[in-house]
């Protein structure tokens, strides 16, 4: 588990006017919650973004320094940051207070390796259905991924949750039925006929026999009915 330090201040101003002024002074607005009320406090994206491009991602454990006349320290993790749908550049992040003493719940990502055989010598396609998984367990036991060897399986094939390498201490909440990856067989193109192959059916030089002589014969057994000249 990797451990990051990130310095914050209190913040007293609220609204959408104080949110707008921090983003064009290069700041965002946050707030840290679980303890007692929560804390708004003005963080620097830039930071916050390294921070969670670390190994750990965003199960990343913050020593949170918040710069209020007389500076404090709490371990956080990232509970959420909210993103601009056009630029992608963060609007405001929420820090959820810890105890390095209490079990957390958080989402762990499955990372699969190798290359399964029924891909490799049968052209079968790998379909990784599950990308996370939830588990709880102490803060320092959080693990930055869980690992999933795919190298021997065929066509048909399927991983289920139950067969993810659980580290010690770690207690998982997912089902333990649903399936991780698994192997598809590779897609038939339906080949297209000929053109032409219809008419081969009928040999050169014939006409398909036409019903129109035993409809006029039909025609002219009945009364009244006169046949054509």
């Known amino acids: 588990m990797e451990f990051v330090d990130l310095r914050v201040e209190r913040r007293t101003g609220t609204g959408k006017g104080v949110a ?22 003005t963080a620097d994206p830039k930071v916050l973004l390294r921070a969670l491009g670390t190994e750990a991602g965003e199960n990343v454990i913050l020593n949170l320094t918040i710069v209020d006349g007389k500076d404090f ?31 957390i719940e958080v989402e762990v990502p499955v990372e699969v390796a190798g290359v399964p055989e029924g891909v490799k010598e049968k052209g079968g396609i790998l379909d990784q259905i599950l990308r996370e998984i939830r588990v709880r367990c102490l803060p320092v036991a959080i693990p930055d991924r869980i690992g999933l060897d795919v190298s021997s399986l065929d066509i048909g094939d399927v991983l289920h949750v139950s067969d993810l390498p659980i580290p010690e201490g770690v207690e998982l909440l997912t089902d333990r039925e649903q399936a991780v990856v698994m192997v598809a067989a590779p897609a038939v193109e339906e080949v297209a006929a000929p053109v032409g192959e219809e008419a081969a059916a009928v040999p050169a030089g014939e006409e398909e026999p036409s019903e129109e002589p035993a409809a006029e014969a039909e025609r002219a057994a009945k009364p009244g009915t006169k046949a054509k000249e």
């Not at 940051?81 to 963060?90: A, F, I, L, R």
């Open 20 to 41: 707008r002024g921090l983003r064009r002074q290069g700041q965002i607005p946050a707030i840290l919650y679980g303890e007692g009320e929560p804390i708004s406090l």
């Open 73 to 103: 320290t709490r371990k956080a993790m990232v509970k959420e940051v909210q993103v601009d749908p056009v630029t992608g550049k963060p609007l405001h992040a929420d820090f959820l207070a810890i105890s390095m003493e209490r079990p």
